[in-house]
């Protein structure tokens, strides 16, 4: 199965993750054929537009909500950067 991995469930991954969905959904891809993966460490989308605010239990949205009436995938981890150099043969 084909992987389209998304990290971070910020205005830019949400919105990369639900174009995916909506482009697989248009096309002739077949259910089970394409995973959409969002990875966030928060199980949630916060709609920030107001950074300076401290409680932001109203304007969190759990991803599950968004996520899965549209059949993509969700995974609260943190994602960790690991640097590989590879040296030239």
Not at 42 to 62: F, K, M, Q, T
Request: charged share 25%; aromatic share 6%.
């Amino acid at each position: 199965m084909a992987r389209i991995l998304v990290l971070g469930a910020g205005f830019a991954g949400l919105w990369a993750a639900i174009g995916a969905a909506r482009k697989l959904d248009e096309s002739s891809t077949l259910p089970g054929e394409v995973e959409i993966l969002l990875v966030d460490r928060n199980p949630y989308h916060n709609i920030r537009v107001r950074n300076y605010e401290v409680e932001l239990s109203d304007v969190a949205i759990p991803l599950r909500e968004l996520c899965d009436p549209i059949g993509v995938n969700h995974l609260t981890a943190e994602v960790e950067e690991r640097f590989r150099q590879r040296l030239a043969d």
